[in-house]
């Protein structure tokens, strides 16, 4: 990863090197055993980052962690919480061991004067928001004001929902205030969670949220569901005939289901055009 000449090579070592070490941070944390994180792996990180040669673009997908739907399908047994903890769990160590290099590549890679659609740009605005994400892990309210600023001042939409994703998976602290911080504050609104528990749900790579159907923002209505969803990968192992772990709304104790035969209540038929 920190070495290769081949930009392929490079980011596919990068994503073995990831997932090997949040394999093991899963089964730390199923076993009860306080997860660490190898040195080399940071250091590995942080070689990518500070590398200047490199693409912004390229260490922007280089940088980004595997997502936990794949992380799930290297597991025979697939546990959504571990494996959401590993994740993120890495991703606070690799915010708090590379918190220098973020900062310098969040400054240096903004892109100055009016927005402009190159691929150069674009790339330079992927490795800056990554920064952020990143820094927004730390309990750092410097940083959270930084993404604010951004929000606010962004000429484009790509910066402006990279801030506020940020802003949002931070939680309650980075918005404290925000009812007079200023106008801007009723479209942080809109992709405010319905609930706590809904708050505390990632997207798991990072990247900025869709933007809401106009009825669903004229009607800004929390969304209520008869039945609890399954995680995307959850139906994705169903497919596949993989045991999936979840936890039963409402009780602490796990259940799991056999992948082949789904969950109480689901058919597994799925629509399609063919016959």
């Known amino acids: 990863m920190a070495h290769d000449s081949d930009p392929f090579n490079r980011w596919e070592a990068g994503q073995r090197l990831a997932t090997r070490q ?22 590995a990180f942080r070689q990518v980052l500070r590398d200047e040669t490199l693409d912004p673009a390229f260490r922007a997908q280089a940088l980004t962690l595997p997502a936990e739907s794949y992380l799930g399908e290297q597991m025979a047994e697939i546990d959504p919480a571990a494996i959401h903890a590993a994740r993120q769990y890495l991703r606070q160590r690799l915010a708090a061991s590379l918190h220098t290099e ?68 931070r939680g309650g602290a980075a918005r404290d205030g925000d009812a007079a911080h200023g106008p801007n504050h009723a479209a942080e609104a809109l992709v405010e969670p319905a609930s706590g528990e809904q708050a505390g749900q990632r997207r798991h790579d990072h990247q900025p949220a869709q933007r809401p159907d106009q009825g669903e923002v004229a009607a800004h209505r929390p969304l209520a569901l008869a039945k609890p969803m399954l995680p995307p990968f959850a139906l994705a192992a169903h497919a596949v005939g993989k045991r999936v772990l979840l936890v039963g709304h409402g009780t602490s104790s796990p259940r799991s289901w056999v992948g082949a035969k789904g969950p109480p209540g689901f058919s597994g038929r799925r629509r399609s055009g063919r016959k």
Not at 24 to 41: F, H, K, N, R
Not at 115 to 139: C, F, H, I, Q, T
């Open 22 to 43: 949040l394999l093991a941070l899963v089964e730390s944390i199923q076993m009860g055993q306080l997860p660490s994180v190898d040195s080399y792996v940071l250091e």
């Open 102 to 169: 973020w900062l310098a590549a969040y400054h240096n890679h903004r892109v100055p004067g009016p927005y402009r659609p190159d691929a150069a740009s674009a790339g330079e605005r992927a490795l800056k928001n990554l920064a952020l994400s990143y820094l927004m892990e730390l309990s750092d309210a410097g940083v959270a004001q930084t993404a604010r600023t951004q929000y606010d001042e962004a000429d484009n939409m790509t910066d402006r929902f990279a801030a506020l994703t940020a802003l949002v998976q």
